[in-house]
């Protein structure tokens, strides 16, 4: 092989590689719109639960939830790429979700029903995973 031709060969890789790389950048930013989405639900979830009167807050609440979540889960499925490391980082915000769910929810069910100042806090607590998960993936 000549010198010119490996020369060829390298520039052509480089530009492969390059349009990959934009494709994949350009076609991961859908999980921002995902974490976006997912952080506002959590919040209208907790709020509907705790501010609703019984049993009608927690049907609604988990009627929507169950809404968002299969419309994400639709969505995430139809993607066609995500970036490295999305299966761990998707892992640490629904980790970090769950937590925060049980820590706003248990004292809040039993010592704070209909109360503001517990809940319009805890709704925003519970959706800083995804916020702030798509703050940090918009920044990639």
């Not at 480089?14 to 506002?40: E, H, K």
């Not at 959590?42 to 501010?51: K, P």
């Not at 299969?70 to 999305?86: E, I, K, W």
Request: net charge positive; aromatic share 12%; with cysteine.
């Amino acid at each position: 092989m000549s010198e010119y031709a490996s020369k060829d060969a390298a520039a052509a890789a480089l530009d492969r590689m390059q349009r990959l790389s934009s494709t994949v950048r350009d076609g991961a930013r859908w999980y921002v719109r995902y974490q976006l989405v997912y952080g506002c639900a959590s919040a209208v979830l907790v709020l509907s639960i705790g501010l609703l009167d019984r049993p009608y807050g927690v049907t609604i609440g988990i009627g929507l939830w169950c809404v968002a979540i299969a419309g994400l889960s639709v969505y995430a499925a139809r993607q066609r790429v995500a970036r490295r490391g999305f299966g761990r980082r998707h892992g640490i915000m629904i980790a970090l979700w769950g937590l925060l769910y049980g820590v706003v929810l248990a004292p809040g069910t039993m010592w704070f029903p209909g109360n503001l100042a517990w809940w319009v806090p805890g709704a925003l607590v519970v959706a800083l995973p995804g916020l702030i998960g798509a703050y940090l993936e918009a920044r990639r």
